[in-house]
């Protein structure tokens, strides 16, 4: 599977952007899918993760309300709308797909691919 992740931008505190993620191949439905994102000087952190029908979604105590994490398996791709952006969001946003048997995981090794990232900068 090869993610690719686009959507970035500068926007203002308060504003909002969707990141989407392109997923080729064919497997794209049997695969959770997650968003993570690694700010300058500071360690990966999960994001958002969504089932692979949908039916689940989990989100980081610091997005929730204000993140909402989608998929579309017909189009083989996954978003992340953010709103009431904050400049602590500023960070490489990275989606992954994970093959486990879970619903979803918030930990980054569980996780197959990897999109190459897209920037997100938030101005105060």
């Known amino acids: 599977v090869q993610l690719q992740a686009s959507g970035g931008g500068l926007v203002q505190a308060g504003g909002s952007l969707r990141l989407s993620c392109a997923a080729s191949g064919r497997t794209f439905s049997t695969y959770n899918m997650g968003w993570f994102r690694q700010a300058p000087g500071k360690e990966r952190e999960f994001v958002a993760v969504?089932?692979?029908?949908?039916?689940?979604?989990y989100y980081a105590d610091s997005v929730k309300g204000r993140f909402t994490i989608s998929r579309d398996n017909a189009k083989n791709t996954v978003y992340l709308q953010m709103n009431s952006l904050k400049p602590e969001d500023t960070a490489v946003y990275y989606c992954a797909a994970d093959s486990s048997a879970t619903s979803g995981s918030r930990s980054g090794p569980m996780y197959d691919y990897w999109g190459q990232g897209t920037q997100v900068t938030v101005s105060s």
């Open positions: 969504i089932s692979r029908r949908g039916g689940s979604t």
